[in-house]
């Protein structure tokens, strides 16, 4: 059959071969072995193209594996091939086998690594930062484990490599399962508390250098990353299309990792990070308001840019507003409440939110 094709069309004929051997009925067919043969021959075929499109199939050609071998057996073609496409395609492979051969793909990607030129940012390398994830949040594999860990306890170094997995962790952080979130929690927490500390480190100096300022740019925009994934995990952002409103169950033990998270988000004064971060602690208010109004308090800094928002501003203030109207004994009953309502209300007014500002006027009102 091979004999028949001009080098011009042997990618479009493993192209269709390829489509037909992933299908049952044509790998158990007659010719199924024949395609099958022609297949793995293309598989290490001199065109890079020829070996992207039998990639394809090369799932299906181990079909008769279980998913350890199957995953050995990607991965003998994966590590020798030196097309990013190809890999990409068998890449691909391993997104719908790892969860039963978590070992061998975990020392796979490990080969893999150390010797492909690692970029988070392309198509491969955001698919081998979900694969790492995975294997690190839910089967906590040893090479994934460290490689996660090592980004995370260095993030300004790693930001782009971080910055993926904060996506890529988005769907493990869900209130609605805890396959893995309680890692995920831990390794964000762990990228967030670095970013702090290179702010810390370089925020108060009087003169910044082109890299500092790099740094101090990286770590704003990480922990709003990171701040952000908890915002959309958690279901703030589905709060004004009518969202189920938190559930004391699920959100709670969701919380109880959100709230440390979030407050080292906010310690760099990133206007963007404190709004992800508050959006989140007011979703989460009803299931413990006076927790949720002091951590708000101490998300907002006076004097800041972000009370100057008209947008922030009416959500912060909608929320006072609320407290006053059905939970005033809360304000009323402890001084800790009392003073993160008022540090809430003299920053907005500070900032000449009118509503901040009408609420000021009746504030002893609130109090008596």
């Given amino acids: 059959m091979s004999a028949m094709w001009t080098s011009g069309m042997r990618d479009t004929g493993v192209q269709g071969l390829a489509a037909l051997f992933i299908r049952a009925d044509w790998r158990e067919s007659p010719a199924g072995n024949e395609i099958g043969s022609i297949l793995s021959t293309a598989l290490h075929d001199s065109s890079p193209l020829v070996r992207m499109q039998a990639a394809y199939a090369a799932k299906a050609l181990n079909h008769n594996n ?43 990607l490990r080969q893999l690594l150390e010797r492909i030129a690692f970029s988070p940012a392309t198509d491969e390398g955001r698919l081998i930062t979900g694969l790492l994830t995975y294997l690190a949040l839910v089967h906590r594999a040893p090479f994934a484990s460290e490689t996660i860990a090592r980004w995370c306890s260095n993030a300004i170094a790693n930001a782009d490599a971080v910055e993926i997995f904060a996506q890529c962790a988005r769907d493990y952080l869900s209130p609605a399962g805890d396959e893995g979130r309680s890692e995920a929690f831990r390794l964000l927490a762990l990228a967030a508390q670095s970013c702090q500390d290179t702010w810390t480190r370089h925020s108060s100096a009087t003169e910044t250098s082109p890299q500092v300022q790099t740094e101090l740019q990286r770590a704003a925009e990480l922990t709003h990353d990171i701040a952000q994934q908890v915002y959309f995990a958690s279901g703030a952002y589905n709060s004004d299309q009518q969202a189920p409103a938190p559930k004391p169950g699920p959100h709670a033990a969701f919380a109880e990792l959100a709230y440390p998270l979030l407050a080292t988000c906010t310690v760099i004064p990133n206007p963007q990070s404190i709004h992800a971060a508050v959006e989140t602690l007011i979703f989460l208010a009803s299931l413990d308001e006076p927790r949720a109004l002091q951590a708000i308090a101490k998300a907002i800094p006076t004097h800041s840019v972000y009370a100057s928002d008209t947008i922030t501003g009416n959500d912060v203030m909608s929320y006072l507003d609320r407290l006053v109207s059905e ?16 540090h809430l209300l003299a920053c907005f007014a500070a900032a000449g939110n009118h509503r901040a500002l009408t609420l000021a006027y009746t504030f002893a009102e609130v109090f008596r």
Avoid: K, P
């Avoid at 350890?68 to 086998?97: C, K, N, P, Y």
């Avoid at 939970?327 to 008022?342: G, K, T, V, Y």
């Fill in 66 to 108: 279980d998913l350890a071998a199957t995953a050995t057996a990607l991965g003998d073609l994966l590590v020798s091939e030196g097309d990013s496409a190809t890999r990409l395609v068998l890449l691909q492979h391993f997104t719908q086998i790892t969860y039963g051969a978590s070992s061998e793909t975990d020392a796979i």
């Fill in 327 to 342: 939970n005033r004994q809360l304000i009323l009953d402890n001084s800790d409440n009392a003073r993160a309502f008022a």
